[in-house]
Protein backbone atom coordinates (compact mmCIF):
# COMPACT_ATOMS: atom_id res chain seq x y z
CA UNK A 1 0.00 0.00 0.00
CA UNK A 2 1.57 3.23 -1.13
CA UNK A 3 1.35 6.77 0.70
CA UNK A 4 1.00 10.15 -0.98
CA UNK A 5 0.32 13.82 0.27
CA UNK A 6 -2.77 15.37 -0.30
CA UNK A 7 -4.84 17.72 0.69
CA UNK A 8 -7.99 17.20 1.95
CA UNK A 9 -10.20 18.42 -1.11
CA UNK A 10 -7.48 15.80 -2.85
CA UNK A 11 -8.17 12.93 -0.41
CA UNK A 12 -11.64 13.32 -0.95
CA UNK A 13 -11.82 12.69 -4.04
CA UNK A 14 -9.24 10.06 -3.72
CA UNK A 15 -11.59 8.27 -1.30
CA UNK A 16 -15.03 8.75 -3.90
CA UNK A 17 -12.61 7.35 -6.44
CA UNK A 18 -11.57 3.95 -4.31
CA UNK A 19 -15.34 3.91 -3.03
CA UNK A 20 -16.13 3.62 -6.67
CA UNK A 21 -18.30 6.69 -7.01
CA UNK A 22 -19.07 6.67 -10.66
CA UNK A 23 -20.67 10.45 -11.30
CA UNK A 24 -19.07 13.58 -9.28
CA UNK A 25 -21.01 16.85 -9.55
CA UNK A 26 -20.44 20.19 -7.65
CA UNK A 27 -20.24 24.18 -8.39
CA UNK A 28 -16.77 25.23 -7.55
CA UNK A 29 -16.88 27.38 -4.02
CA UNK A 30 -13.81 28.00 -2.13
CA UNK A 31 -12.25 25.72 0.16
CA UNK A 32 -14.13 22.92 -1.75
CA UNK A 33 -13.42 23.50 -5.36
CA UNK A 34 -10.69 20.90 -5.90
CA UNK A 35 -12.31 18.25 -4.48
CA UNK A 36 -14.39 17.87 -8.08
CA UNK A 37 -11.00 18.82 -9.89
CA UNK A 38 -9.07 16.09 -8.23
CA UNK A 39 -11.91 13.76 -8.69
CA UNK A 40 -12.22 14.90 -12.51
CA UNK A 41 -8.47 13.49 -13.35
CA UNK A 42 -9.92 9.61 -12.14
CA UNK A 43 -10.80 7.17 -14.88
CA UNK A 44 -14.32 6.03 -15.14
CA UNK A 45 -16.13 8.99 -13.44
CA UNK A 46 -18.22 11.15 -14.98
CA UNK A 47 -17.34 14.98 -13.24
CA UNK A 48 -19.30 17.94 -13.98
CA UNK A 49 -19.40 21.55 -12.91
CA UNK A 50 -23.10 22.33 -12.30
CA UNK A 51 -24.82 25.57 -13.14
CA UNK A 52 -25.70 25.58 -9.07
CA UNK A 53 -25.44 23.97 -5.87
CA UNK A 54 -29.06 22.67 -5.99
CA UNK A 55 -28.61 21.19 -9.24
CA UNK A 56 -25.46 19.32 -8.74
CA UNK A 57 -27.33 18.24 -5.59
CA UNK A 58 -30.26 17.24 -8.01
CA UNK A 59 -28.05 15.42 -10.63
CA UNK A 60 -26.32 13.95 -7.93
CA UNK A 61 -30.20 12.45 -6.88
CA UNK A 62 -30.77 11.46 -10.03
CA UNK A 63 -27.34 9.70 -10.32
CA UNK A 64 -27.55 8.18 -7.22
CA UNK A 65 -31.60 6.70 -7.78
CA UNK A 66 -30.15 4.83 -11.06
CA UNK A 67 -27.82 3.25 -8.89
CA UNK A 68 -24.46 5.07 -9.14
CA UNK A 69 -22.45 5.97 -6.21
CA UNK A 70 -22.35 9.72 -6.11
CA UNK A 71 -20.62 12.47 -4.51
CA UNK A 72 -21.55 16.16 -4.56
CA UNK A 73 -19.40 18.74 -3.44
CA UNK A 74 -20.24 22.27 -2.51
CA UNK A 75 -19.03 25.38 0.00
CA UNK A 76 -21.27 25.80 3.02
CA UNK A 77 -23.04 28.94 1.78
CA UNK A 78 -23.80 26.72 -1.37
CA UNK A 79 -25.90 23.80 0.78
CA UNK A 80 -28.35 27.04 1.30
CA UNK A 81 -28.72 26.62 -2.23
CA UNK A 82 -29.19 22.74 -2.14
CA UNK A 83 -31.12 23.11 0.58
CA UNK A 84 -34.49 22.62 -0.54
CA UNK A 85 -33.78 19.37 -2.95
CA UNK A 86 -31.41 17.92 -0.03
CA UNK A 87 -34.21 18.25 2.90
CA UNK A 88 -36.23 15.92 0.77
CA UNK A 89 -33.77 13.60 -0.37
CA UNK A 90 -33.50 12.69 3.31
CA UNK A 91 -37.10 11.09 2.93
CA UNK A 92 -36.59 9.63 -0.67
CA UNK A 93 -33.19 7.71 0.33
CA UNK A 94 -30.63 6.81 -2.12
CA UNK A 95 -30.70 3.83 -4.67
CA UNK A 96 -26.21 3.69 -5.57
CA UNK A 97 -24.60 5.53 -2.12
CA UNK A 98 -24.95 9.53 -1.97
CA UNK A 99 -22.34 11.92 0.00
CA UNK A 100 -22.49 15.38 0.23
CA UNK A 101 -19.55 17.60 0.76
CA UNK A 102 -19.75 20.31 2.58
CA UNK A 103 -16.75 22.68 3.18
CA UNK A 104 -17.37 25.33 5.69
CA UNK A 105 -15.19 28.32 6.27
CA UNK A 106 -14.57 29.09 9.82
CA UNK A 107 -13.14 32.77 9.95
CA UNK A 108 -14.46 33.71 6.36
CA UNK A 109 -11.33 33.53 4.60
CA UNK A 110 -13.42 33.61 1.31
CA UNK A 111 -17.02 33.37 2.31
CA UNK A 112 -19.48 36.02 2.93
CA UNK A 113 -20.44 34.46 5.96
CA UNK A 114 -19.22 31.63 8.54
CA UNK A 115 -22.58 29.43 8.89
CA UNK A 116 -21.51 25.63 11.18
CA UNK A 117 -23.51 23.80 8.30
CA UNK A 118 -23.23 20.81 11.00
CA UNK A 119 -27.10 22.00 11.85
CA UNK A 120 -27.75 20.98 8.07
CA UNK A 121 -26.99 17.36 9.02
CA UNK A 122 -29.75 17.75 12.06
CA UNK A 123 -32.22 19.47 10.11
CA UNK A 124 -32.32 17.05 7.72
CA UNK A 125 -31.43 13.98 10.25
CA UNK A 126 -28.87 12.78 8.15
CA UNK A 127 -25.58 11.64 9.42
CA UNK A 128 -22.66 13.69 9.81
CA UNK A 129 -18.88 12.65 9.49
CA UNK A 130 -16.51 15.29 9.66
CA UNK A 131 -12.57 13.85 9.09
CA UNK A 132 -9.86 15.59 11.35
CA UNK A 133 -7.05 15.09 8.19
CA UNK A 134 -6.75 14.09 5.12
CA UNK A 135 -6.33 9.95 5.74
CA UNK A 136 -9.39 10.42 7.36
CA UNK A 137 -10.58 12.81 4.51
CA UNK A 138 -10.76 9.69 2.11
CA UNK A 139 -11.77 7.07 4.97
CA UNK A 140 -14.63 9.00 6.19
CA UNK A 141 -15.87 9.23 2.22
CA UNK A 142 -15.59 5.36 1.71
CA UNK A 143 -17.39 4.58 4.89
CA UNK A 144 -19.94 6.95 4.21
CA UNK A 145 -20.61 5.15 0.93
CA UNK A 146 -21.31 2.52 2.63
CA UNK A 147 -23.58 4.08 5.63
CA UNK A 148 -25.24 5.53 3.15
CA UNK A 149 -26.15 2.77 1.18
CA UNK A 150 -26.70 0.57 4.75
CA UNK A 151 -29.13 2.68 5.94
CA UNK A 152 -30.61 4.55 2.77
CA UNK A 153 -29.67 8.02 3.42
CA UNK A 154 -27.45 10.82 1.83
CA UNK A 155 -24.41 11.30 4.03
CA UNK A 156 -22.81 14.56 4.68
CA UNK A 157 -19.18 15.10 5.21
CA UNK A 158 -18.13 18.20 6.87
CA UNK A 159 -14.69 19.74 6.13
CA UNK A 160 -13.63 23.12 7.08
CA UNK A 161 -10.86 25.40 5.07
CA UNK A 162 -7.74 24.13 7.24
CA UNK A 163 -8.99 20.42 6.15
CA UNK A 164 -9.49 21.06 2.77
CA UNK A 165 -6.16 22.60 2.03
CA UNK A 166 -3.94 21.52 4.62
CA UNK A 167 -1.70 18.15 3.81
CA UNK A 168 -1.05 15.01 5.36
CA UNK A 169 0.05 11.27 4.03
CA UNK A 170 -2.63 9.03 2.82
CA UNK A 171 -2.14 5.64 2.35
CA UNK A 172 -3.91 4.81 -0.96
CA UNK A 173 -6.07 1.81 -1.82
CA UNK A 174 -7.31 -0.08 -4.12
CA UNK A 175 -11.04 1.19 -6.52
CA UNK A 176 -13.80 -1.35 -5.34
CA UNK A 177 -15.81 -1.23 -8.52
CA UNK A 178 -19.31 -2.52 -6.89
CA UNK A 179 -21.24 -1.77 -10.55
CA UNK A 180 -24.64 0.53 -10.74
CA UNK A 181 -27.40 -1.12 -8.30
CA UNK A 182 -30.17 -1.70 -9.89
CA UNK A 183 -32.67 0.91 -11.25
CA UNK A 184 -35.87 0.51 -8.61
CA UNK A 185 -39.39 2.16 -9.66
CA UNK A 186 -40.94 3.05 -6.15
CA UNK A 187 -43.42 5.65 -6.34
CA UNK A 188 -44.25 5.50 -2.79
CA UNK A 189 -40.93 6.17 -2.12
CA UNK A 190 -39.59 8.73 -4.46
CA UNK A 191 -42.80 10.60 -5.38
CA UNK A 192 -42.90 13.16 -2.42
CA UNK A 193 -46.42 13.82 -2.84
CA UNK A 194 -47.98 14.65 0.76
CA UNK A 195 -48.92 11.21 1.06
CA UNK A 196 -46.09 9.12 -0.07
CA UNK A 197 -44.54 11.76 2.53
CA UNK A 198 -46.49 10.99 5.46
CA UNK A 199 -44.99 7.45 5.20
CA UNK A 200 -41.16 8.82 4.64
CA UNK A 201 -41.01 10.48 7.63
CA UNK A 202 -41.34 7.75 10.60
CA UNK A 203 -38.76 5.81 8.29
CA UNK A 204 -36.35 9.15 8.39
CA UNK A 205 -36.94 8.82 12.31
CA UNK A 206 -36.93 5.70 12.62
CA UNK A 207 -33.74 6.03 10.98
CA UNK A 208 -31.91 8.32 13.30
CA UNK A 209 -32.34 5.93 16.09
CA UNK A 210 -30.25 3.07 13.91
CA UNK A 211 -27.72 5.58 13.35
CA UNK A 212 -27.23 6.91 16.53
CA UNK A 213 -26.76 3.00 17.46
CA UNK A 214 -24.05 2.81 14.34
CA UNK A 215 -22.83 5.77 16.05
CA UNK A 216 -22.05 4.39 19.31
CA UNK A 217 -19.78 1.99 17.80
CA UNK A 218 -18.24 3.53 14.78
CA UNK A 219 -14.42 3.48 15.01
CA UNK A 220 -14.57 6.79 13.93
CA UNK A 221 -15.37 7.93 17.67
CA UNK A 222 -12.64 7.07 19.93
CA UNK A 223 -11.80 7.90 23.67
CA UNK A 224 -7.54 8.78 23.77
CA UNK A 225 -6.80 8.56 27.56
CA UNK A 226 -4.42 11.08 29.00
CA UNK A 227 -1.97 11.42 32.08
CA UNK A 228 -4.61 13.33 34.24
CA UNK A 229 -8.54 12.87 34.66
CA UNK A 230 -8.90 16.42 35.55
CA UNK A 231 -10.29 17.49 32.26
CA UNK A 232 -11.44 16.08 29.45
CA UNK A 233 -12.08 17.62 25.97
CA UNK A 234 -14.80 16.56 23.72
CA UNK A 235 -13.84 17.54 19.76
CA UNK A 236 -14.34 16.95 16.22
CA UNK A 237 -12.56 17.85 12.66
CA UNK A 238 -9.28 20.13 12.76
CA UNK A 239 -10.13 20.83 16.45
CA UNK A 240 -9.32 17.77 17.62
CA UNK A 241 -5.48 18.79 15.92
CA UNK A 242 -5.21 21.44 17.44
CA UNK A 243 -6.24 20.27 20.95
CA UNK A 244 -3.79 17.75 20.91
CA UNK A 245 -1.02 20.45 19.64
CA UNK A 246 -2.04 22.24 22.53
CA UNK A 247 -2.16 19.80 25.25
CA UNK A 248 -1.38 16.30 24.07
CA UNK A 249 -1.55 14.89 27.59
CA UNK A 250 -5.29 15.20 28.18
CA UNK A 251 -7.79 12.55 27.65
CA UNK A 252 -9.82 13.59 24.76
CA UNK A 253 -13.12 12.08 23.06
CA UNK A 254 -12.57 12.12 19.35
CA UNK A 255 -15.74 12.13 17.41
CA UNK A 256 -15.73 11.56 14.00
CA UNK A 257 -19.40 10.17 13.28
CA UNK A 258 -20.97 13.73 14.96
CA UNK A 259 -24.46 13.33 14.31
CA UNK A 260 -26.03 11.69 15.73
CA UNK A 261 -24.19 11.86 18.41
CA UNK A 262 -22.81 8.41 20.65
CA UNK A 263 -24.89 9.35 23.84
CA UNK A 264 -23.63 6.75 25.60
CA UNK A 265 -20.22 6.73 24.64
CA UNK A 266 -19.74 10.55 25.74
CA UNK A 267 -21.43 9.29 28.51
CA UNK A 268 -18.79 6.73 29.04
CA UNK A 269 -15.87 9.39 29.12
CA UNK A 270 -17.25 11.99 31.18
CA UNK A 271 -17.61 9.83 34.07
CA UNK A 272 -13.75 9.03 33.92
CA UNK A 273 -13.11 12.58 34.17
CA UNK A 274 -13.57 15.13 36.41
CA UNK A 275 -14.41 18.24 34.49
CA UNK A 276 -15.68 18.25 30.71
CA UNK A 277 -14.95 20.77 27.94
CA UNK A 278 -16.79 20.62 24.55
CA UNK A 279 -14.05 22.79 22.38
CA UNK A 280 -16.17 23.63 18.65
CA UNK A 281 -15.34 25.98 15.70
CA UNK A 282 -18.32 27.98 15.49
CA UNK A 283 -21.40 26.93 17.17
CA UNK A 284 -21.56 24.65 20.05
CA UNK A 285 -23.41 22.15 17.93
CA UNK A 286 -22.36 19.34 20.39
CA UNK A 287 -22.75 20.98 23.51
CA UNK A 288 -25.70 22.00 22.92
CA UNK A 289 -26.66 18.46 22.53
CA UNK A 290 -24.68 16.73 25.03
CA UNK A 291 -26.50 19.60 27.85
CA UNK A 292 -29.82 18.58 26.63
CA UNK A 293 -29.02 14.67 27.06
CA UNK A 294 -28.52 16.27 30.83
CA UNK A 295 -24.58 15.66 30.54
CA UNK A 296 -22.77 18.38 32.59
CA UNK A 297 -20.34 20.18 30.80
CA UNK A 298 -17.64 22.47 32.42
CA UNK A 299 -16.91 25.90 30.69
CA UNK A 300 -19.66 25.96 28.22
CA UNK A 301 -18.88 29.39 27.15
CA UNK A 302 -15.15 29.37 27.10
CA UNK A 303 -15.04 29.87 22.93
CA UNK A 304 -16.63 32.17 21.31
CA UNK A 305 -19.23 31.69 18.27
CA UNK A 306 -16.70 33.25 16.27
CA UNK A 307 -13.58 32.51 14.03
CA UNK A 308 -11.40 30.06 13.51
CA UNK A 309 -9.33 27.86 16.75
CA UNK A 310 -5.86 27.42 16.86
CA UNK A 311 -3.83 25.51 19.18
CA UNK A 312 -3.03 28.77 20.54
CA UNK A 313 -6.28 30.48 21.34
CA UNK A 314 -7.12 26.93 22.90
CA UNK A 315 -3.92 26.72 24.84
CA UNK A 316 -4.78 30.70 26.42
CA UNK A 317 -8.33 29.60 26.97
CA UNK A 318 -7.94 26.27 29.00
CA UNK A 319 -4.99 27.88 30.72
CA UNK A 320 -7.74 30.79 31.91
CA UNK A 321 -9.68 28.32 33.02
CA UNK A 322 -7.39 26.25 34.86
CA UNK A 323 -6.46 29.00 36.78
CA UNK A 324 -10.03 30.28 37.50
CA UNK A 325 -9.22 33.18 34.97
CA UNK A 326 -12.51 34.50 33.32
CA UNK A 327 -12.32 33.44 29.73
CA UNK A 328 -14.11 36.37 28.30
CA UNK A 329 -16.15 33.83 26.13
CA UNK A 330 -17.91 37.15 24.30
CA UNK A 331 -14.20 37.81 22.39
CA UNK A 332 -12.97 37.12 18.96
CA UNK A 333 -10.06 35.69 18.67
CA UNK A 334 -7.21 37.60 19.25
CA UNK A 335 -6.03 39.92 16.75
CA UNK A 336 -2.84 38.47 14.95
CA UNK A 337 0.36 40.16 14.95
CA UNK A 338 1.03 39.90 11.03
CA UNK A 339 0.21 42.85 8.64
CA UNK A 340 -3.36 42.75 7.44
CA UNK A 341 -3.00 42.57 3.11
CA UNK A 342 -6.65 43.68 2.11
CA UNK A 343 -7.54 41.66 -1.00
CA UNK A 344 -7.76 43.48 -4.10
CA UNK A 345 -8.72 43.89 -8.19
CA UNK A 346 -5.98 41.98 -9.95
CA UNK A 347 -3.31 44.78 -11.96
CA UNK A 348 -5.17 44.74 -15.65
CA UNK A 349 -8.63 43.56 -14.44
CA UNK A 350 -10.87 44.05 -17.33
CA UNK A 351 -13.48 45.28 -15.42
CA UNK A 352 -11.52 47.88 -13.23
CA UNK A 353 -12.86 50.41 -15.84
CA UNK A 354 -16.65 49.23 -15.29
CA UNK A 355 -16.78 50.18 -11.94
CA UNK A 356 -14.52 53.35 -12.44
CA UNK A 357 -16.99 54.58 -14.48
CA UNK A 358 -19.77 54.10 -12.26
CA UNK A 359 -18.51 55.39 -9.61
CA UNK A 360 -18.05 58.35 -11.82
CA UNK A 361 -21.33 58.34 -12.24
CA UNK A 362 -22.36 57.92 -8.76
CA UNK A 363 -24.67 55.52 -9.47
CA UNK A 364 -26.36 52.93 -6.87
CA UNK A 365 -24.61 49.82 -7.61
CA UNK A 366 -26.33 46.49 -6.41
CA UNK A 367 -23.01 43.75 -6.71
CA UNK A 368 -23.49 40.06 -6.39
CA UNK A 369 -20.41 37.16 -5.74
CA UNK A 370 -17.74 37.24 -7.39
CA UNK A 371 -13.74 38.87 -7.83
CA UNK A 372 -15.25 41.76 -8.83
CA UNK A 373 -17.69 41.73 -5.26
CA UNK A 374 -13.63 43.74 -4.38
CA UNK A 375 -14.69 46.34 -6.69
CA UNK A 376 -16.17 47.61 -2.82
CA UNK A 377 -13.17 47.55 -1.18
CA UNK A 378 -10.90 51.31 -1.34
CA UNK A 379 -10.03 52.81 -3.32
CA UNK A 380 -13.11 51.97 -5.51
CA UNK A 381 -15.35 51.63 -3.19
CA UNK A 382 -17.57 51.05 -5.84
CA UNK A 383 -20.44 48.94 -4.49
CA UNK A 384 -23.73 49.39 -2.60
CA UNK A 385 -24.43 45.76 -1.39
CA UNK A 386 -23.40 42.21 -1.44
CA UNK A 387 -25.83 39.38 -0.05
CA UNK A 388 -25.17 35.83 -2.20
CA UNK A 389 -24.56 34.41 -5.37
CA UNK A 390 -27.89 35.70 -7.68
CA UNK A 391 -29.04 38.63 -5.24
CA UNK A 392 -27.88 41.53 -6.82
CA UNK A 393 -31.10 41.67 -9.62
CA UNK A 394 -33.86 41.01 -7.47
CA UNK A 395 -32.63 43.40 -4.92
CA UNK A 396 -32.51 46.06 -7.50
CA UNK A 397 -35.68 45.32 -8.51
CA UNK A 398 -36.80 45.53 -4.28
CA UNK A 399 -35.26 48.74 -4.53
CA UNK A 400 -37.54 50.02 -7.36
CA UNK A 401 -40.52 48.45 -6.36
CA UNK A 402 -40.17 50.08 -3.09
CA UNK A 403 -38.68 53.52 -5.20
CA UNK A 404 -39.75 53.25 -8.89
CA UNK A 405 -37.43 56.54 -9.03
CA UNK A 406 -34.49 54.29 -7.93
CA UNK A 407 -34.24 52.12 -11.30
CA UNK A 408 -32.78 55.67 -12.72
CA UNK A 409 -29.83 56.03 -10.24
CA UNK A 410 -29.04 52.08 -10.19
CA UNK A 411 -27.14 49.14 -11.38
CA UNK A 412 -26.98 45.87 -10.86
CA UNK A 413 -23.82 44.00 -11.49
CA UNK A 414 -23.46 40.12 -12.00
CA UNK A 415 -20.06 38.27 -13.54
CA UNK A 416 -21.00 35.31 -15.92
CA UNK A 417 -21.37 32.41 -13.87
CA UNK A 418 -22.88 33.68 -10.99
CA UNK A 419 -25.74 34.81 -13.59
CA UNK A 420 -26.35 31.50 -14.79
CA UNK A 421 -25.93 30.07 -11.41
CA UNK A 422 -29.11 32.12 -10.07
CA UNK A 423 -29.49 35.43 -11.72
CA UNK A 424 -31.55 34.26 -14.57
CA UNK A 425 -34.77 33.51 -12.26
CA UNK A 426 -34.83 37.64 -10.99
CA UNK A 427 -34.32 38.47 -14.56
CA UNK A 428 -37.03 36.61 -15.79
CA UNK A 429 -38.95 38.02 -12.89
CA UNK A 430 -38.33 41.64 -13.61
CA UNK A 431 -39.31 40.96 -17.10
CA UNK A 432 -42.67 39.54 -15.97
CA UNK A 433 -42.98 42.70 -13.53
CA UNK A 434 -42.49 45.37 -16.59
CA UNK A 435 -39.30 46.28 -14.48
CA UNK A 436 -36.61 49.20 -16.06
CA UNK A 437 -33.95 48.28 -14.37
CA UNK A 438 -30.29 48.04 -15.93
CA UNK A 439 -28.05 45.05 -15.15
CA UNK A 440 -24.64 45.12 -16.06
CA UNK A 441 -23.81 40.96 -16.63
CA UNK A 442 -19.30 41.47 -16.47
CA UNK A 443 -18.43 38.08 -19.19
CA UNK A 444 -15.36 37.24 -18.50
CA UNK A 445 -15.45 33.83 -19.63
CA UNK A 446 -14.59 31.89 -16.60
CA UNK A 447 -15.42 31.45 -12.79
CA UNK A 448 -12.24 34.17 -11.39
CA UNK A 449 -13.02 33.85 -7.89
CA UNK A 450 -12.47 30.29 -7.14
CA UNK A 451 -9.78 29.71 -9.84
CA UNK A 452 -10.75 29.88 -13.33
CA UNK A 453 -13.32 26.89 -13.77
CA UNK A 454 -15.51 26.46 -17.26
CA UNK A 455 -19.39 26.92 -16.65
CA UNK A 456 -22.14 26.53 -19.28
CA UNK A 457 -21.36 30.21 -21.11
CA UNK A 458 -17.53 29.11 -22.30
CA UNK A 459 -18.46 25.95 -23.61
CA UNK A 460 -16.16 23.86 -22.70
CA UNK A 461 -17.10 21.19 -19.27
CA UNK A 462 -15.01 20.10 -16.50
CA UNK A 463 -13.04 17.56 -17.65
CA UNK A 464 -12.35 19.42 -20.92
CA UNK A 465 -14.51 18.32 -23.58
CA UNK A 466 -15.81 21.57 -26.19
CA UNK A 467 -19.44 21.68 -25.75
CA UNK A 468 -22.53 23.94 -26.82
CA UNK A 469 -21.72 27.66 -24.72
CA UNK A 470 -25.41 29.23 -23.66
CA UNK A 471 -25.09 32.82 -25.36
CA UNK A 472 -26.30 34.78 -22.43
CA UNK A 473 -27.35 38.07 -24.64
CA UNK A 474 -28.89 35.82 -26.80
CA UNK A 475 -30.47 33.86 -23.85
CA UNK A 476 -31.37 37.62 -22.39
CA UNK A 477 -33.10 38.49 -25.61
CA UNK A 478 -34.69 35.00 -25.73
CA UNK A 479 -36.57 36.19 -21.89
CA UNK A 480 -38.10 39.08 -24.23
CA UNK A 481 -35.84 41.89 -23.05
CA UNK A 482 -35.48 44.07 -26.13
CA UNK A 483 -32.62 46.14 -24.70
CA UNK A 484 -29.52 44.23 -24.89
CA UNK A 485 -26.60 46.07 -25.70
CA UNK A 486 -23.17 44.05 -26.24
CA UNK A 487 -19.66 45.82 -25.56
CA UNK A 488 -16.00 44.69 -24.89
CA UNK A 489 -14.99 48.64 -25.52
CA UNK A 490 -12.17 49.35 -23.12
CA UNK A 491 -12.77 53.30 -23.66
CA UNK A 492 -14.00 54.95 -20.56
CA UNK A 493 -15.85 57.78 -22.49
CA UNK A 494 -17.91 54.83 -24.27
CA UNK A 495 -18.75 53.09 -21.75
CA UNK A 496 -19.69 55.88 -19.96
CA UNK A 497 -22.28 56.54 -22.74
CA UNK A 498 -23.64 53.39 -23.30
CA UNK A 499 -24.10 53.27 -19.30
CA UNK A 500 -25.89 56.41 -19.15
CA UNK A 501 -28.01 55.76 -21.77
CA UNK A 502 -29.17 52.58 -20.67
CA UNK A 503 -29.71 53.26 -16.91
CA UNK A 504 -31.87 57.00 -18.24
CA UNK A 505 -34.05 54.12 -20.68
CA UNK A 506 -37.63 53.72 -18.52
CA UNK A 507 -37.22 49.79 -20.50
CA UNK A 508 -35.38 47.05 -18.86
CA UNK A 509 -32.22 46.88 -20.10
CA UNK A 510 -28.98 44.45 -19.67
CA UNK A 511 -25.36 45.33 -21.02
CA UNK A 512 -23.21 42.54 -21.51
CA UNK A 513 -19.63 43.56 -20.86
CA UNK A 514 -17.71 40.86 -22.42
CA UNK A 515 -13.69 41.31 -21.48
CA UNK A 516 -11.84 38.35 -20.66
CA UNK A 517 -10.39 37.45 -17.35
CA UNK A 518 -6.84 39.14 -17.29
CA UNK A 519 -5.17 36.09 -15.80
CA UNK A 520 -6.80 33.10 -17.93
CA UNK A 521 -6.71 35.14 -21.23
CA UNK A 522 -2.90 36.12 -20.44
CA UNK A 523 -3.25 38.68 -23.24
CA UNK A 524 -0.96 41.18 -20.97
CA UNK A 525 0.98 44.03 -23.44
CA UNK A 526 4.40 45.42 -22.39
CA UNK A 527 4.16 47.00 -19.22
CA UNK A 528 3.60 50.70 -19.16
CA UNK A 529 5.53 53.74 -17.64
CA UNK A 530 5.29 57.01 -16.50
CA UNK A 531 7.51 60.11 -17.33
CA UNK A 532 8.58 61.29 -13.81
CA UNK A 533 9.02 64.52 -16.35
CA UNK A 534 5.59 64.98 -17.81
CA UNK A 535 4.12 64.01 -14.01
CA UNK A 536 2.63 66.60 -12.12
CA UNK A 537 1.52 64.09 -9.18
CA UNK A 538 -2.19 64.97 -9.68
CA UNK A 539 -3.24 61.23 -8.65
CA UNK A 540 -5.70 60.83 -10.99
CA UNK A 541 -4.25 57.54 -12.33
CA UNK A 542 -4.70 56.17 -9.24
CA UNK A 543 -7.92 56.25 -8.87
CA UNK A 544 -9.22 52.99 -10.01
CA UNK A 545 -6.92 51.29 -7.48
CA UNK A 546 -4.63 49.52 -9.73
CA UNK A 547 -2.06 47.70 -7.65
CA UNK A 548 0.49 48.50 -9.83
CA UNK A 549 1.27 52.48 -9.35
CA UNK A 550 2.22 53.40 -6.35
CA UNK A 551 3.49 57.46 -5.26
CA UNK A 552 6.82 58.12 -4.67
CA UNK A 553 8.61 61.60 -3.78
CA UNK A 554 5.42 63.64 -5.74
CA UNK A 555 5.02 61.08 -8.83
CA UNK A 556 3.81 58.69 -10.04
CA UNK A 557 5.54 55.11 -10.56
CA UNK A 558 4.15 51.60 -12.03
CA UNK A 559 5.91 48.54 -11.54
CA UNK A 560 7.06 47.32 -14.60
CA UNK A 561 6.81 43.38 -13.07
CA UNK A 562 2.99 43.39 -12.64
CA UNK A 563 1.52 45.85 -14.83
CA UNK A 564 -0.91 44.20 -18.12
CA UNK A 565 -0.05 47.73 -20.00
CA UNK A 566 -4.05 47.75 -19.79
CA UNK A 567 -3.98 51.21 -20.58
CA UNK A 568 -6.65 52.41 -17.79
CA UNK A 569 -4.84 54.66 -15.97
CA UNK A 570 -3.07 56.15 -19.40
CA UNK A 571 -6.73 57.28 -20.02
CA UNK A 572 -7.02 58.86 -16.90
CA UNK A 573 -3.74 61.05 -17.46
CA UNK A 574 -4.55 64.18 -18.47
CA UNK A 575 -0.84 65.04 -19.23
CA UNK A 576 -0.15 62.53 -21.42
CA UNK A 577 3.08 60.91 -19.11
CA UNK A 578 1.94 57.54 -19.52
CA UNK A 579 3.15 55.52 -22.00
CA UNK A 580 5.65 52.87 -23.29
CA UNK A 581 9.05 53.47 -22.07
CA UNK A 582 11.89 54.73 -24.72
CA UNK A 583 13.87 51.74 -25.75
CA UNK A 584 17.11 52.58 -24.23
CA UNK A 585 16.39 55.34 -22.01
CA UNK A 586 14.12 55.71 -18.67
CA UNK A 587 12.39 58.92 -19.83
CA UNK A 588 10.17 59.72 -22.38
CA UNK A 589 7.87 57.64 -24.29
CA UNK A 590 7.78 55.55 -27.67
CA UNK A 591 4.99 57.07 -29.90
CA UNK A 592 2.84 53.86 -30.13
S1 LIG B 1 -1.64 49.91 -17.54
FE1 LIG B 1 -2.03 51.07 -15.69
S2 LIG B 1 -4.01 50.31 -14.93
FE2 LIG B 1 -3.26 48.82 -16.42
S3 LIG B 1 -2.13 47.30 -15.21
FE3 LIG B 1 -0.62 48.83 -15.88
S4 LIG B 1 -0.55 50.29 -14.22
FE4 LIG B 1 -2.41 49.12 -13.92
S1 LIG C 1 -2.43 60.98 -13.80
FE1 LIG C 1 -0.57 61.41 -14.95
S2 LIG C 1 0.17 63.31 -14.12
FE2 LIG C 1 -1.36 62.55 -12.66
S3 LIG C 1 -0.15 61.37 -11.17
FE3 LIG C 1 -0.80 59.94 -12.70
S4 LIG C 1 0.89 59.89 -14.20
FE4 LIG C 1 1.16 61.72 -12.94
Known sequence: MTGEIMTGNEAIARGAFEAGVTVGTAYPGTPSTEIL?????????????????????????????????????????????????????????VGGGLVLVSADDPGMHSSQNEQDNRHYARFAKIPLLEPSDSQEAKNFVIAAMDISEEYDTPVMLRTTTRISHSRTVVKLGERTTTGNRKYQKKPAKHVMLPGFARQRHPFVEKRLLALANEAEKSPFNRIETGTSNEIGII???????????AFPSFPVLKLGFTFPLPVKLIEKFCSEVEKILVIEELDPFMAEQIKAHGIRISGYSLFAPIGELSPEIIHDRISRFQKNVNPASAEAPPEKTIPQRPPILCPGCSHRGIFYTLKKLKLRIVGDIGCYTLAALYPLQAMDTCVCMGASIGMALGMEKANPRTS????????????????????????????????????????????????????TTLQGKKNKAVNIAALCRGLGIERVVETDTSDLDTLRRIIEKEVASRELSVIVYRRPCILKSRTSSDPLHIDPEKCNGCKACLQPGCPSIRFLDGKALIDPGTCTGCGLCRQLCKRDAIGIRKKGGNRGHEKD
Open 37 to 93: ESLARYPGIECNWSANEKVALEVAIGASLEGARVLAAMKHVGVNVAADPLLTLSYIG
Open 235 to 245: CSGIVYQYVKE
Open 408 to 459: MQTVAVIGDSTFLHSGITPLIDAVYNDSSITVIILDNSTTGMTGHQEHPGTG
